[in-house]
């Protein structure tokens, strides 16, 4: 472990750290609200993550620090934890000490230290990140064995039961099982993977991510609203979910569903169609078609899913116009951030010209970097 790392967690918590585990924040590259419709996702982890430095304790008390924080120490008691009681950031690591109880691991105290380079409310992940490098920390300190898929699917619980955001599962996967140079393919029904490799450098090509800096609260009641549109759908056609829908069947469904769910509907069935779309195109080596595929994937966030907001249709439109093959929001939605394909050599007037959109329209200056596909989380000393 880093010097400085020990250093800082033994300020805080006046005794030396076990180690350091780190969990990535995301983007997705296409399959965006398809997760919790049973649908198919191809996330990539970012080499954005949130570090926690820790050890275990020997009662049953739990002290949590962030460095991004307000300078102060939650201390929680085990016993104590249900859903609702904490309501701050560190709900979301919280949960995870509740969620393993509740699923029976035998999980004591901890202090915990946590750094974070994920930008927040940006459409990343950071919740995910926090959540799964408590899992992984976790995991190895009260050596419980838990599988990487495993440890997602408790942190899901966490955000979903504890936080009480009805997440899908592909953020917590994302950050705990992809691998560096590939997206992670996943069907969230069966939780199959596939490690496609996606290795844009070496093509000539760039994955730009343009933060619009728009804020966005997934526990508002607008995710949750769309969620359950998509179950009463599901419903009303009869299915266990809509990813069983077949795309030869999506024009006679439509027909028989109120124009609010009809649009909901349409957006899950093309999407889970462009993550197929794209799979073919990478393993087929054509990574330039894929531009057109985000793009419409974003005209269906926009259109149909209506979770887009001003600043990322900007972006994307200002992004297109500008050479980039194919750009469209990633996340959540109501903002966070937008991703764009870029032929390497036209990385800078993709993002000039993005810039200066936004100072015409406005809106704060974006933030930009490109992603690099990461692994998930792991333990760093």
């Known amino acids: 472990m880093t010097d400085q790392a020990a250093i800082d967690f033994e300020a805080v918590h006046g005794a030396r750290p076990s180690g350091v585990w780190a969990a990535p924040g995301r983007v997705n590259l296409i399959g965006e609200h398809t997760d919790y419709n049973d649908g198919f996702v191809l996330p990539i982890a970012l080499p954005h993550t949130v570090k926690v430095t820790a050890r275990r304790r020997e009662d049953a008390r739990v002290r949590l620090y962030s460095a991004q924080g307000d300078g102060t120490i939650t201390e929680l008691a085990l016993d104590?934890?249900?859903?609702?009681?904490?309501t701050s950031w560190a709900a979301y690591p919280a949960g995870v000490f509740w969620a393993l109880a509740e699923a029976g691991h035998a999980v004591g105290g901890a202090d915990l230290f946590f750094d974070s380079d994920v930008p927040t409310g940006a459409g990343l992940s950071s919740s995910a990140a926090l959540e799964c490098a408590t899992a992984a920390a976790l995991n190895d300190l009260y050596g419980l064995g838990l599988s990487a898929p495993?440890?997602?699917?408790?942190?899901?619980?966490?955000e979903n039961a504890f936080v009480g955001v009805p997440c899908g599962v592909m953020d917590q996967m994302a950050s705990a099982c992809c691998t560096?140079?590939?997206?992670l393919f996943l069907d969230t029904r069966t939780l199959e993977q596939r490690h496609v490799p996606l290795d844009l450098e070496a093509a000539g090509f760039r994955?730009?991510?343009?933060d619009t800096r728009v804020k966005h609260d997934l526990g508002d009641g607008a995710?949750?609203?769309?969620?359950?549109?998509c179950?009463?759908?599901a419903e009303l056609l009869g299915l266990d979910a809509l990813r069983d829908l077949p795309p030869a069947d999506l024009t006679a469904a439509l027909e028989r569903l109120p124009d609010d769910l009809a649009r909901l509907v349409r957006h899950v069935v093309t999407e889970n169609r462009r993550v197929a779309e794209t799979i073919e195109h990478l393993d087929g080596g054509r990574i330039a078609e894929l531009g057109p595929i985000l793009t419409a994937g974003h005209a269906s966030l926009r259109d149909d899913f209506r979770v887009s907001c001003p600043e990322t249709d900007l972006a994307v439109e200002a992004a297109v116009a500008a050479g980039a093959l194919g750009a469209r929001m990633t996340g959540g939605g109501f903002g966070g951030s937008v991703i764009a394909l870029v032929a390497t050599a036209d990385v800078e007037a993709v993002l000039d010209a993005v810039r200066s959109a936004f100072g015409s329209a406005g809106f704060a200056a974006p933030v930009a970097f490109t992603a690099v596909p990461?692994?998930?989380a792991r333990r760093l000393a």
Do not use: H, K
């Not at 104590?80 to 904490?86: K, N």
């Open 207 to 210: 994955l730009l991510v343009i």
């Open 374 to 376: 990461s692994a998930g």
């Open 180 to 183: 560096d140079g590939t997206a």
């Open 80 to 86: 104590g934890l249900a859903p609702g009681v904490v």
């Open 223 to 229: 995710y949750a609203a769309l969620r359950a549109g």
């Open 231 to 233: 179950e009463q759908a």
């Open 150 to 158: 495993e440890l997602a699917l408790l942190a899901q619980r966490a």
